[in-house]
């Protein structure tokens, strides 16, 4: 019987006890797509999704220690691949609460030339949202990959916005 006509069981144990790479790759790649569909339903991202299930067989090569051949493979993976889902939720909400804090306690600008006094009312006519997403990118440099993870939308989208508030205020 070849290594691809084994079942998940049998090559998780034989990758446990030799940590062949490409019995892994193999065991990795029968569960791949079926963890990306599950990982993007719970994080809701295709990036993150596909960073989630990497995480997912990090820990499964280092927890290949913790399980039992007698069990089966899927249950215990999709097991690994749920909390790490959960994991990153929890990051992520965390680290929006920390940008949506830091935002909160910037700092106006300091108005002393007549540009920043023209910046500052120019700012003042915007909302709160438009005004923290500016602070955010050009006062803290957050990167538009951030801006995008802050704000739940691409950053194509996070991109375009910048764009037309900075239009807005030339004109």
């Known amino acids: 019987m070849t290594e691809s006509e084994c079942a998940d069981e049998v090559l998780m144990r034989r990758f446990q006890e030799t940590m062949d790479e490409g019995v892994f790759r193999l065991l990795a790649s029968r569960h791949y797509e079926a963890a990306l569909r599950i990982a993007e339903r719970r994080?809701?991202?295709?990036?993150?999704?596909?960073?989630?299930?990497?995480?997912?067989?990090?820990?499964?090569?280092?927890?290949?220690?913790?399980?039992?051949?007698?069990?089966?493979?899927?249950?215990?993976f999709h097991t690994i691949l749920r909390n790490v889902c959960t994991d990153m939720l929890r990051q992520e909400n965390r680290r929006r609460d920390s940008l949506?804090?830091?935002?909160?306690?910037?700092?106006?600008?300091?108005?002393?030339?007549?540009?920043?006094?023209?910046?500052?009312?120019?700012?003042?006519?915007?909302?709160?949202?438009?005004?923290?997403?500016?602070?955010?990118?050009?006062?803290c440099g957050l990167s538009l990959g951030e801006l995008a993870s802050h704000c739940q939308s691409s950053q194509e989208a996070v991109k375009k916005r910048i764009q037309r508030l900075i239009q807005r205020l030339r004109g």
């Open 43 to 76: 994080v809701g991202n295709h990036s993150t999704a596909q960073d989630t299930v990497q995480e997912a067989l990090v820990r499964v090569v280092r927890c290949r220690k913790q399980y039992h051949p007698s069990r089966p493979f899927a249950p215990w």
């Open 100 to 139: 949506r804090n830091l935002a909160e306690v910037l700092p106006p600008l300091p108005v002393s030339d007549p540009r920043q006094e023209k910046l500052a009312e120019l700012l003042a006519g915007l909302s709160g949202g438009n005004v923290r997403l500016l602070k955010l990118r050009y006062v």
